[in-house]
C-alpha cells in the first residue's frame, strides 16, 4: 500500500523567513496530495492540496510543488508569521474524496515561528 | 467548525473496557473515514465507510469495528481496551470533490 514520508519532523524558523517541508510517496497511482494544518487540541484542517495534473499551486502566502517523476511534493510557506506554528502533515490518496480512496498521512512536521 | 460532529470530545474508561465514538460527517457527505492519532505514529487510516457500505481497511485492530447507519453518521467501536489505545481518533467525512476530506475535532480516549 500507499507510504508516505515526511522530513523534517521539526523546524524552527524567524519570523519572515520561508519554510520548506518535504514529502515523498511510494504508490504512482497516487493523484491527489493535500496538506493539513493541526493545532493543538484541534483536527487538521486542510490548508492547500495539488492534483496530479498540476504541478503547482499557490494560495498567498502558501504554496505546493509536486513532481510526479520522483513521486515527492513540498509545503513552501514565505514569510512565515508566529501563527504559522503548528504540526503539517502532507497526506497522499487514489481519488479525491466521495467513494474513491484514503487519506495516508507523513508523520507530520511541527513548525515553530519564533517572534 | 468544519462540519464533522464527533461526540464525545473526551472519554475515560478502564483497561477492558468497551466504548462507542460517534462521528456526524459533514451535509451531503457520503463517506466516513475513522483516523487513529497517537504520539509516536502520526494519523493512521483504521477504516472507511462509503453510503453504509465498508469501503477500505487499514491498520484497524479485531478489538475495534465500525459501522455507518442509514442516516451517515458512523460509530467506532473499540472493546477489551488496553492501555496502548489511549489516543486521540478522528472522524473525516468527503463528499463531491471539490471539498476533499474534512476532519472534527477528535475524541481524546484516555484508558487508565
Known amino acids: 500500500g500507499e507510504n508516505v514520508e515526511q522530513h523534517p519532523s521539526t523546524l524552527s524558523v524567524q519570523e519572515g523567513d520561508s519554510a520548506v517541508i518535504k514529502c515523498t510517496y511510494s504508490?504512482?497511482?497516487?493523484?491527489?496530495f493535500p496538506w493539513y494544518k493541526q493545532e493543538l487540541g484541534k483536527g487538521p484542517q486542510l490548508i492547500i492540496d495539488i492534483r496530479s495534473n498540476v504541478g503547482e499551486k499557490k494560495d498567498q502566502r502558501i504554496a505546493v510543488t509536486l513532481n510526479k517523476t520522483a513521486k515527492h511534493f513540498s509545503l513552501h510557506i514565505t514569510e512565515t508569521q508566529p501563527e504559522d506554528s503548528a504540526v503539517y502533515f502532507c497526506?497522499?490518496?487514489?481519488?479525491?474524496?466521495?467513494?474513491?480512496?484514503?487519506?495516508?498521512f507523513g508523520k507530520g512536521t511541527k513548525l515553530s515561528v519564533k517572534p | 467548525d468544519s462540519g464533522v460532529t464527533q461526540t464525545p470530545k473526551h472519554l475515560i474508561t478502564a483497561t477492558g473496557q468497551r466504548v462507542t465514538l460517534r462521528c456526524s460527517p459533514r451535509s451531503g457527505d457520503l463517506s466516513v473515514y475513522w483516523y487513529q492519532q497517537s504520539l509516536d505514529q502520526g494519523l493512521q487510516f483504521l477504516i472507511q465507510y462509503y453510503n453504509g457500505e465498508e469501503r477500505a481497511k487499514g491498520n484497524i485492530l479485531e478489538r475495534f469495528s465500525a459501522q455507518q447507519f442509514p442516516d451517515l453518521h458512523s460509530e467506532l467501536n473499540l472493546s477489551s481496551l488496553e492501555l496502548g489505545d489511549s489516543a486521540l481518533y478522528f472522524c473525516a467525512s468527503s463528499g463531491d470533490l471539490r471539498h476533499g476530506y474534512t476532519f472534527g475535532s477528535g475524541t481524546r480516549l484516555t484508558v487508565v
Open positions: 504508490d504512482s497511482a497516487s493523484n491527489y
Open positions: 497526506a497522499a490518496s487514489i481519488g479525491y474524496g466521495g467513494s474513491q480512496g484514503n487519506l495516508i
